[in-house]
């Protein structure tokens, strides 16, 4: 049994009122598009497009945009470090956003930066075992009875609602959580609601205790992505612990939870993972659906309101790399499912990845387009994926825009895998990254080069897209498997599109991945608190293999570009134009092995971020880019002008008409700012 401990008051609520701040002019409902000047998803808007019609901000005057503010993420906690990923919303003059380890909410001031108030979460023990409790990529926004609400989830899987205007939680909404220091309203844990119905729980001998959340031999979930209100309900997804951490079989569905967005009742439960009677059960043999786990929803989920449905990426089953205790092909890991948000009842779905043991999880969250194919107006949406392919569907029925072709891939040696047979191509739009590995693919700049690169390749089991994995201790001495590549598209840098136009613009990166299978008990720590489950995994991913790492003379193995932002027409399906992201790096253009060559510009090691708006398709490089703010030309993608920023770009960046000005907000990071937020403006 669990105890509930007596744990002492930590911390309550964090309220600061800083300045008075009165909203003026009407509160809009959530899902009204036309509100010229708002970013009311961290999207921009339902269809995740990261578009806005403002153009203020343009080719001629771009040059001129200065620092307006920058608010500071790490004075929210430690740890902020470079994954801070959170998009602002601006609603009604004010900004929204969270930072640090603890989600702080924070409400901004859009002309100054200064922090209106905030709202922080109590400590609870389930905080300490949230997964990617840095990674919070923003909250959600709706209107209730004619007043604005912010909804925000937490590391601890609790749901929260606010008085947009104070920061106050939400009187009359949610359940009183019995644990020190939590307000008796605005809040729900979800935990049990998720719980309810799960055959591991009702069959176990654990009390629930709220404040230490599911015992860790059952399993363990938090959340990554805000929920998204859809025609006044409130759609949660969630997030595991990466699976190339994992060495138990065990673990908790990732279902998806939806709840009153007026009152926080729990309305529906969606089973990521079918049980007896659902559609999709028989994907599981051998009972694994009983104990297997994860099949998050980690990505941003997007919605189309007028249809009334939600659409939601989802990740691959428990264990990277390693799927012989979960036998079939595991719906709905790795798919793609529009759920009615009224019911929860499935619309339709698409599985991208059969069985999927290559970590090939959708992570970006599906955008949504109104276009013409062959002359027929469709409604589309569109999946970016690891494996460099934009699947399109009909969103409204399901069906895939172009011909999609089930196609033999090769098969597993790893003892007792069962591998899909095939796995689902698109015939368009074509890939927009490179899929396998030969020998073409490597490096070129010199014959030399080329030659130490083949030595290094001849290490390593190559192949087609869907390589599989190979064990340590290979017969054949290969050092492990390559799997290219490896996150064409990903939540580091998500698409965005221009809903006028049709075209989509993709940030992809070239990288390959390289990891060894193991016996699950070489790598397993019984003492690690992210442990999760009791059975130990016959097999489990090791990252032993190195291959991005092995290119000759510390050069990139790969042919460059390295990045690039790809324009594709969905109108067509056809791919417009690619450019580099981001010049040459310096360690290439001044590499003693390469001095007198004419060097191609290569783009650097990241992905780009983008946003689209009226006129501009504007980019920041990531990462490893230099700290920049590119405005292009969306037609022919040729940089027309240029900005420096006070750091890297990271994730996302986002615009607003304030006060007559309109503002770009970036997200950037380094060690001098280490997770903030930096506002443009003209003069």
């Not at 007198?596 to 009226?614: N, R």
Request: aromatic share 10%.
């Amino acid at each position: 049994m669990i105890k509930k401990r007596n744990r002492p008051f930590l911390e309550g609520i964090v309220i600061a009122i800083t300045t008075p701040f009165l909203f003026w002019g009407t509160l809009f409902s959530q899902e009204n598009p036309g509100l010229e000047g708002e970013w009311r998803y961290i999207g921009g808007n339902a269809s995740h497009t990261r578009y806005t019609p403002l153009d203020q901000i343009n080719a001629d005057n771009f040059e001129e945009l200065e620092i307006a503010w920058i608010w500071r993420g790490d004075n929210y906690g430690p740890r902020v470090d470079y994954v801070f990923r959170s998009t602002p919303l601006y609603i009604d003059g004010l900004l929204y956003t969270v930072a640090g380890q603890r989600r702080t909410v924070a409400a901004i001031d859009p002309s100054t930066g200064e922090t209106i108030w905030t709202y922080r979460e109590p400590h609870t023990t389930r905080f300490d075992r949230g997964m990617r409790n840095n990674y919070g990529k923003g909250v959600t926004y709706a209107e209730v009875n004619g007043s604005g609400v912010i909804y925000t989830t937490t590391p601890g899987f609790f749901l929260h609602a606010l008085d947009a205007e104070t920061g106050r939680p939400l009187e009359n909404w949610g359940a009183s959580v019995p644990i020190e220091g939590f307000s008796q309203t605005g809040v729900v844990d979800m935990l049990p609601d998720l719980v309810s119905d799960w055959e591991p729980w009702l069959t176990s001998d654990y009390d629930y205790d709220p404040y230490e959340g599911i015992p860790r031999e059952l399993g363990n979930l938090s959340t990554s992505s805000p929920p998204i209100v859809v025609n006044g309900v409130v759609i949660v997804g969630n997030v595991h612990e990466q699976g190339y951490y994992q060495t138990r079989n065990e673990n908790i569905p990732g279902d998806i939870l939806a709840y009153d967005a007026e009152t926080g009742e729990f309305l529906w439960k969606f089973h990521v993972i079918p049980r007896p009677g659902e559609f999709g059960h028989e994907t599981w043999e051998n009972d694994a659906w009983k104990t297997t786990g994860d099949v998050s929803s980690w990505a941003p989920m997007s919605a189309d309101p007028e249809l009334g449905l939600v659409y939601i990426p989802t990740n691959p089953p428990t264990m990277d790399f390693y799927g012989g205790f979960r036998p079939g092909d595991n719906l709905y890991g790795t798919s793609i499912i529009a759920l009615d948000v009224e019911t929860g009842e499935r619309v339709w779905h698409f599985q991208t990845v059969h069985h999927d043991i290559w970590n090939f999880d959708n992570p970006a969250a599906p955008v949504l387009l109104d276009v013409v194919v062959d002359g027929v107006p469709t409604p589309i949406v569109v999946e970016t994926t690891k494996q460099g392919f934009a699947y399109t569907f009909n969103r409204e029925t399901g069906e895939p825009v172009w011909p999609m072709e089930e196609r033999s891939v090769p098969q597993s040696e790893i003892p007792g895998e069962q591998l899909s047979p095939t796995q689902p191509f698109p015939s368009k739009p074509a890939a927009f990254q490179l899929q396998g590995l030969t020998e073409d693919d490597l490096i070129d700049f010199t014959p030399e080069l080329r030659a130490a690169a083949i030595e290094v390749m001849k290490d390593y089991r190559t192949g087609p897209l869907f390589n599989p994995p190979i064990q340590v201790g290979h017969p054949s001495g290969l050092r492990s498997f390559v799997s290219c590549p490896s996150g064409a598209s990903n939540i580091f840098g998500p698409p965005s599109a221009d809903p006028e136009s049709g075209v989509l613009y993709v940030p992809t990166l070239r990288s390959c991945r390289s990891e060894n299978v193991v016996p699950g008990i070489e790598m397993d720590d019984p003492y690690d608190p992210m442990t999760t489950g009791e059975t130990i995994s016959d097999w489990v991913v090791a990252n032993r293999g190195d291959f991005m790492g092995r290119g000759p003379q510390g050069l990139p193995i790969l042919k460059p570009p390295y990045s690039e932002i790809v324009a594709i027409d969905m109108n067509s399906g056809d791919h417009i134009w690619a450019q580099p992201n981001g010049d040459t790096p310096e360690r290439i253009k001044n590499h003693p092995a390469l001095q007198g060559l004419d060097i191609p510009k290569t783009g650097v090691p990241s992905h780009p971020i983008t946003m689209v708006t009226k006129s501009l398709l504007i980019s920041a490089e990531g990462g490893a880019g230099a700290p920049v703010l590119h405005a292009l030309d969306k037609s022919t993608g040729d940089i027309l002008g240029t900005i420096d920023l006070p750091a890297t770009g990271r994730y996302g960046m986002m615009s607003y008409l304030h006060e007559g000005a309109q503002y770009i907000v970036v997200q950037v990071s380094s060690a001098n700012y280490p997770g903030a937020l930096a506002a443009l403006r003209l003069p």
